[in-house]
C-alpha cells in the first residue's frame, strides 16, 4: 500500500487503526511519518517520505501559505517586506523562517534546485480593476520580473504565482505575454494559468484571481487545476457563533440608511429623495453603482472582500446588523481558522485579511500540486 497517494481523511483512518492517537491537527505530511513509524518498515511498497518545501515571496498575512500548509508541503522561507504582516506570520507560523523586506534583497543561493515550489502573491495593484492598471510601467510592476529573476536562479520544480483578474486584459493581453515569455526564456516549464472563482472552490466569497503554474519539463508532469465544487457556500455557511473582535462603526446617517436596505439590496432600495441625497451629483451620472450602501445576503456568497471595510463605492454591510463586518468575520468569509491571529492595528489587519488568498483555496492548490509531486516520488 502507497501511503502517500492517500487522501488526509484516508490517512486519519489508518491512524485510527494503528491506534495513533493525538493525530488530528498534523499535516498530511506529518501523519505519513506517523504511520510510518507505527508500521516499522513492515510494509513492503512504503516510499521514504520527506515534506515538500515551498518559499513564498509578498506572503501578506498568510492566507496562501496556510493553505498550503495544510495541503503537506513546508514552509522554509516566507517572506514580505510590511512589518504587520510578519508579524502575523510569526504569530501563527512560529518555527518558519520568516524575513522581512525586498524579496530581491533576499539571499537565494543556499536554495538553488532544493526547492519543490516557489510562490507569491507579487502585489496586485499596479493591474487591479480598481486602480490605474499601470501594470509593468508602474515601479511594483517590477517585482513580477524580480520574481522571475529569482525563479530561475533557485530552478523549483513548480512555481505558481497569484494575481488579480485585471492581468488578464491588461494591455489586451500584452503584459501577460510578456510575463509568459520572460519566465519561459530559459524554456524550463510548462505553465498553464487559469482565472478562478474562490466560490466554486469551497469559499462563501465571490472573489476571482488569477493563477499562473509551471511544471518543470523534466518532471514530464501535467498541472491540473482543482475540480470546481457543485455545492456553493454562502454566508449563513460562516457567519454563526463567530468570536467577537474588532471591528469597524458607521456613522449614525449610514446606519439610519442600512435599516431601509434589505439583504442583497443597495441604495436603489431607498426612497428617491433619499437616493439623491446620498448619491449627490453621481445620482445622475449613469452606471451600475450597486457596490454603493450594499448589504450582505446570508443565502449568497459575500462580495469580493476588500481591505477596507466600508468605502462609499463598495460597501459590504453585514447582512442582519448594520455595522460592518468584524476582523474575524472577515477571516472566516476568507476561511481562516478562528485560532489564525493577526497582528498590528485594526486597518492592517482588515488589510492583511482582505489582500490574502483564501486559505481553502490555497488548499484545493496545494493539493493539486501535492499530486505532481507525490507522482514524482514513485
Not at 491512524?15 to 513509524?37: H, R, V
Not at 519561459?184 to 516549464?189: A, E, G, I, V
Not at 456613522?251 to 449627490?280: A, D, H, S
Request: charged share 25%; with cysteine; hydrophobic share 35%.
Amino acid at each position: 500500500m502507497d501511503i502517500i497517494k492517500l487522501s488526509k481523511d484516508k490517512l486519519l483512518e489508518k491512524c485510527t487503526e494503528l491506534n495513533i492517537t493525538k493525530c488530528k491537527s498534523k499535516n498530511k505530511s506529518q501523519l505519513i511519518i506517523l504511520i510510518n513509524d507505527k508500521l516499522n518498515n513492515k510494509l513492503t511498497n512504503i516510499v521514504e517520505y520527506k515534506p515538500y518545501s515551498f518559499i513564498e515571496v509578498c506572503a501578506g498575512g498568510g492566507g496562501l501559505s496556510s493553505g498550503l500548509i495544510k495541503s503537506g508541503l513546508k514552509p522554509i522561507l516566507l517572506n514580505d517586506f510590511n512589518n504587520n504582516c510578519c508579524k502575523t506570520l510569526h504569530k501563527n507560523h512560529p518555527n518558519t523562517n520568516i524575513i522581512m523586506g525586498n524579496m530581491e534583497n533576499i539571499d537565494f543561493n543556499p536554495y538553488i534546485d532544493k526547492v519543490d515550489l516557489l510562490t507569491g502573491g507579487v502585489p496586485c495593484q499596479s493591474f487591479s480593476y480598481a486602480g490605474l492598471r499601470k501594470g509593468l510601467d508602474d515601479k511594483r510592476g517590477d517585482l513580477m520580473f524580480k520574481f522571475i529573476e529569482i525563479l530561475n536562479k533557485i530552478k523549483p520544480k513548480i512555481f505558481m504565482i497569484e494575481n488579480v483578474k485585471g492581468l488578464l486584459t491588461h494591455n489586451n493581453g500584452e503584459t501577460l505575454k510578456i510575463i509568459l515569455n520572460e519566465i519561459n526564456d530559459n524554456n524550463m516549464y510548462n505553465i498553464t494559468y487559469k482565472c478562478l472563482d474562490a466560490s466554486k472552490y469551497n469559499v462563501p466569497q465571490k472573489r476571482e484571481r488569477v493563477f499562473i503554474v509551471g511544471v518543470l519539463k523534466s518532471l514530464n508532469k501535467t498541472f491540473h487545476f482543482p475540480t470546481e465544487n457543485l455545492n456553493q457556500k454562502v454566508l449563513k455557511d460562516v457567519l454563526i457563533n463567530v468570536p467577537i473582535s474588532q471591528g469597524a462603526n458607521y456613522t449614525e446617517e449610514k446606519i439610519r440608511l442600512f435599516k431601509m436596505i434589505p439583504q442583497g439590496g443597495c441604495w436603489v432600495n431607498l426612497p428617491e429623495n433619499l437616493q439623491q441625497e446620498y448619491l449627490g451629483n453621481s445620482y445622475n451620472s449613469g452606471g451600475g453603482k450597486r457596490g454603493i450602501l450594499y448589504r450582505l445576503s446570508m443565502e449568497k456568497p459575500s462580495l469580493t472582500l476588500l481591505c477596507t471595510p466600508s468605502q462609499k463605492q463598495t460597501e459590504r454591510c453585514h447582512p442582519l446588523e448594520e455595522r460592518p463586518l468584524t476582523i474575524r468575520e472577515y477571516a472566516r468569509i476568507q476561511t481562516f481558522g478562528d485560532d489564525y491571529e493577526f497582528m498590528g492595528s485594526l486597518s492592517s489587519q482588515y488589510k492583511q485579511i482582505g489582500n490574502a488568498v483564501p486559505v481553502e483555496l490555497a488548499y484545493q492548490l496545494g493539493n493539486s500540486i501535492m499530486n505532481i509531486l507525490n507522482d514524482n516520488m514513485t
